[in-house]
Each structure stands twice: as structure tokens, then as C-alpha cells.
T-cell receptor, first 114, second 109 residues
Framework: DAGVIQSPRHEVTEMGQEVTLRCKPISGHDYLFWYRQTMMRGLELLIYFNNNVPIDDSGMPEDRFSAKMPNASFSTLKIQPSEPRDSAVYFCASSFTAGTTEAFFGQGTRLTVV | GNSVTQMEGPVTLSEEAFLTINCTYTATGYPSLFWYVQYPGEGLQLLLKATKADDKGSNKGFEATYRKETTSFHLEKGSVQVSDSAVYFC????????FGKGTRLSVIA
């Protein structure tokens, strides 16, 4: 398997624009996680899904953020409208039957909002 | 609730020095423990893991032993290289994983 695939790797956008980040989890994994990483706040869990259903979105910072998982092989994280403080690296991770098993991370999307 | 505490960095070492990064945890039950490494510009990747007390995880010269009596999982390497410069995260199994804040290691030649 190619691992968790995220796109794009880098995104630069202007304040107020809509941004969509994409993730393809490892085939067969039933959990998918979205994280945000900044120097100030470190690694933060935004939301996670189990079998395509959102389980906990308490980490989503504002209503400007939304995430979907329409099927087992695809998820999106959308920011609308984007703001400069959203600039961060966003990671997607997946795991099989979370609990004692590890999560596998994608390479991340570096988002810069100017 | 479950939590992980790891030593704050940054840690700067000379090449071939001995490395220890402390990690302690609070958890109910019998969790698995992990060390992840994040190289510059990359995602987190699993470095090693241990699934029960007294297990030793090892990979790439790094080791960590699951100590239930001290609730610890310290990361060690006998001789670090410049290529080991990265951020290291201790993590506890759960839904989702519980991560420490990360420790940045810089190794200088």
C-alpha cells in the first residue's frame, strides 16, 4: 500500500478563499483522523471518523472548518473562509481498529493563508 | 483521563552522544506505548512500540522499555547521528492516540 496520501502538499491562498484538503487513507483502515500542527499549539486533533461517520469533532476550531468522509477511501477538510491564523500543517492519519494499534500519518499539507 | 508527559526540548547533542528522552504516562488498563518520529518537512512515522509491560521496542538503534511500575517509556539511543535530528513524540494507545507535546532533537557534527 502507498500509505496515507494527502493532497496538495502545499497550498497558498488568500484570506477569505475556500480551501479544501484531501486525504486517502490506507485501504482497510476504519479510522481516519485529521490533525493540525503549528509551532505555537503543537499537534492538535481536529476530528476523527470511524467507518466514515464523524465520531468526535470537538477539536474543530470554528464553524469555518468542516470535514467529510463520503466513502472509505476519501476524506476532505474544508476551510471557508480561510484566515491567516489557519496557516499550519494539516495531517491526515488512519488506523485499523483504533485502540492498541498505531496510526499511520500522511505527509501533510502545508497551508499558508496570506 | 489518559495522558503522556515527555521532556521538553529542544535537546542538542554532539554526534555519537547518548540520548535519553523521558516519557511517563497516566492510563487505565493496559495500553500500548509508541514512539513516533517526525523528520523535517515530513509526517509522523512510527519509530517503535511496545504492547505490554516489560516489552522492549527497538528500531534504527533506538530502544524503549515499557515499565509499568514507573509508568515510563523512555527513548534511548547509544550513539546519535546528525540524521537523527527530528521531533520525537511519545504516544499512548487509545481512540484516538494520546500524544505528548514532542521533543525536538538536534544533533551537531
Amino acid at each position: 500500500d502507498a500509505g496515507v496520501i494527502q493532497s496538495p502538499r502545499h497550498e497558498v491562498t488568500e484570506m477569505g478563499q475556500e480551501v479544501t484538503l484531501r486525504c486517502k487513507p490506507i485501504s482497510g483502515h476504519d479510522y481516519l483522523f485529521w490533525y493540525r500542527q503549528t509551532m505555537m499549539r503543537g499537534l492538535e486533533l481536529l476530528i476523527y471518523f470511524n467507518n466514515n461517520v464523524p465520531i468526535d469533532d470537538s477539536g474543530m476550531p470554528e464553524d469555518r472548518f468542516s470535514a467529510k468522509m463520503p466513502n472509505a477511501s476519501f476524506s476532505t477538510l474544508k476551510i471557508q473562509p480561510s484566515e491567516p491564523r489557519d496557516s499550519a500543517v494539516y495531517f491526515c492519519a488512519s488506523s485499523f481498529t483504533a485502540g492498541t494499534t498505531e496510526a499511520f500519518f500522511g505527509q501533510g499539507t502545508r497551508l499558508t493563508v496570506v | 483521563g489518559n495522558s503522556v508527559t515527555q521532556m521538553e526540548g529542544p535537546v542538542t547533542l554532539s554526534e555519537e552522544a547518548f540520548l535519553t528522552i523521558n516519557c511517563t504516562y497516566t492510563a487505565t488498563g493496559y495500553p500500548s506505548l509508541f514512539w513516533y518520529v517526525q523528520y523535517p518537512g515530513e509526517g509522523l512515522q512510527l519509530l517503535l512500540k511496545a504492547t505490554k509491560a516489560d516489552d522492549k521496542g527497538s528500531n534504527k538503534g533506538f530502544e524503549a522499555t515499557y515499565r509499568k511500575e514507573t509508568t515510563s517509556f523512555h527513548l534511548e539511543k547509544g550513539s546519535v547521528q546528525v540524521s537523527d535530528s527530528a521531533v520525537y513524540f511519545c504516544a499512548l494507545s487509545g481512540t484516538p492516540l494520546v500524544f505528548g507535546k514532542g521533543t525536538r532533537l538536534s544533533v551537531i557534527a
